[in-house]
């Protein structure tokens, strides 16, 4: 398997992780909103963790350029 191919892999699976991160983030939102979510901090983390898989994709663009 060539190198490119695995970074276009990854780069696939983290925006599917995004997409999986984002429909989590909403449902943690309405839980909140209703009064049944318990754990807040749910929310922090997963909003960090989608920054920081776009962090990696814009990265991995910025190498490609260079």
């Known amino acids: ?3 490119k191919s695995n970074n276009t892999f ?4 983290t925006r599917s992780d995004i ?7 909403l449902n943690l939102n309405f839980q ?3 009064g ?3 754990k807040t901090a749910e929310i922090r983390k997963t909003k960090k963790n989608i920054a ?15």
């Open 1 to 3: 398997m060539s190198k």
């Open 32 to 34: 909140k909103s209703s």
């Open 52 to 66: 920081k898989l776009k962090t990696q994709i814009g990265l991995n663009k910025g190498n490609k350029n260079a």
């Open 10 to 13: 990854n780069l696939e699976k």
């Open 36 to 38: 049944q979510l318990e």
């Open 19 to 25: 997409i999986n991160l984002k429909k989590t983030l």
